[in-house]
């Protein structure tokens, strides 16, 4: 069964500088790798996936992605953080059947950005 | 500006009480889900419906029930509320190997 740890509960960075949210993933064959996005009283809402190709993947609002299969690694960054991109972010990853009954999320990391 | 529409956005229960949580989509979307988000756990897998007419349990489906009543919706019944089900609840629907889009949620209280 998959399954994906976001080892920090809470990142907190100054506006300007870059930032990093960790995600790393266990599943059976190739993984299908999400980050989602949730605002305050929001649904989540979809960054950016990695389902094949590069492994740098650009997604909205300036994100990026990195897999790396031998660390079983999907971080997310960005290179100049914004006060507006605090907010609780998810990694998820779905098996390589392409069903989303098999999708499983991460806890969470609370990124804050201080001006 | 669609997508998928949870209803209601909020309520509060009394243990034992029932009630139907509704979602609806406009995406054309075959495949719907119902999660619900606990702090520190992520998001759960309730129970999934990959098709009209077919629903199937998900990690946590105890307490639980579903109905897909067309293309478009997708329902959460508690029968019998317990205070272990006050959470966020979202419903979310996807094509194949896209991405899901959820809605908004329906925090859920029960007392």
């Known amino acids: 069964a998959q399954s994906v740890a976001q080892p920090e509960d809470q990142v907190n960075v100054a506006e300007g500088n870059p930032l990093t949210v960790k995600c790393t993933y266990s599943?059976?064959?190739?993984?299908?790798l999400f980050w989602y996005v949730q605002y305050p009283n929001r649904g989540l809402q979809f960054l950016l996936k990695?389902?094949?190709?590069?492994?740098l993947v650009k997604g909205s609002y300036g994100f990026e992605a990195e897999f790396n299969k031998s660390q079983t690694s999907f971080h997310l960054k960005k290179p100049s953080a914004l006060v507006s991109d605090s907010a609780l972010y998810f990694c998820?990853?779905?098996?390589?059947?392409?069903?989303?009954?098999?999708?499983?999320f991460g806890a969470g990391t609370r990124l804050t950005v201080k001006p | 500006n669609a997508g998928v529409t949870q209803t209601p956005k909020f309520q509060v229960l009394k243990t034992g009480q029932s009630m139907t949580l509704q979602c609806a989509q406009d995406m054309n979307h075959n495949s719907m889900y119902w999660y619900r988000q606990d702090p520190g756990m992520g998001l759960r897998l309730i129970y999934y419906s990959a098709s009209e007419g077919t629903t199937d349990k998900g990690e946590v489906p105890n307490g639980y029930n579903v109905s897909r009543l067309n293309k478009r919706e997708f329902s959460l019944r508690l029968e019998s509320a317990a205070p272990s089900q006050t959470s966020v609840y979202f419903c979310?629907?996807?094509?194949?190997?896209?991405?899901?889009?959820f809605g908004d949620g329906t925090r859920l209280s029960i007392l």
């Open positions: 599943v059976s064959g190739n993984p299908y």
């Open positions: 990695y389902i094949t190709g590069d492994n």
């Open positions: 998820a990853v779905r098996g390589g059947s392409g069903n989303n009954n098999d999708m499983r």
């Open positions: 979310a629907t996807t094509g194949v190997y896209q991405p899901q889009h």
